[in-house]
């Protein structure tokens, strides 16, 4: 069963998958926490949009490929002032979306400092483009193509990345996602 056929299970669908009595009692705990869960879920997500300052940013990053509401309130608040940003590259580089290697002549001098910048937005842009590799077939494809060239971590952050400088261009601009221009 897929996950989103288990969260629109029932407690009374369970007798009908199981045929052993710990089986049901388990799935029909499991069903119930689920259910509590979701629920609580969603009060704090309306508690927290009913308190937060919404601008303009919000209803735009909620167009970028991979954010819902939590990640697009997360990505406005951590960011702040776009503008403080001169160009793309510092915004990525603030939310840790790009390599700190220091390389000369072709050979690895060490890293700089990896842990600057900003450990939410990397969070939040990494969970969007998880999201947006499973939803999205052009995510997924470009996903694919880094995934043939190096591995798993990579490709995420690489997606992370171009989330991140679609969000800064989305925020700057003031107009909503294009997935053509991020991933061609």
């Not at 842009?125 to 193509?145: D, L, T």
Request: net charge positive; with cysteine; aromatic share 10%.
């Amino acid at each position: 069963m897929s996950c989103a056929q288990i969260k629109n299970l029932l407690e009374s669908d369970v007798e009908n998958i199981f045929d052993e009595e710990h089986l049901i009692l388990s799935g029909k705990a499991s069903i119930g926490a689920i259910i509590f869960f979701t629920q609580k879920i969603k009060e704090i997500e309306a508690s927290i949009l009913k308190k937060a300052k919404l601008k303009d940013e919000y209803r735009l990053l909620l167009t970028v490929h991979g954010t819902g509401r939590i990640l697009a309130l997360t990505i406005m608040l951590e960011t702040g002032n776009i503008n403080r940003f001169p160009a793309v590259g510092n915004y990525a580089s603030y939310a840790r979306c790009v390599n700190s290697k220091r390389i000369s002549n072709g050979k690895v001098k060490g890293e700089g400092n990896r842990k600057n910048g900003n450990k939410y937005l990397s969070w939040a842009y990494v969970e969007a483009a998880n999201f947006a590799i499973r939803s999205y077939p052009n995510v997924k494809k470009f996903y694919q193509r880094k995934m043939s060239k190096t591995n798993n971590i990579v490709a995420i952050k690489a997606v992370a990345n171009k989330l991140a400088r679609a969000c800064y261009y989305v925020m700057k601009d003031q107009e909503a996602f294009d997935p053509k221009k991020a991933f061609c």
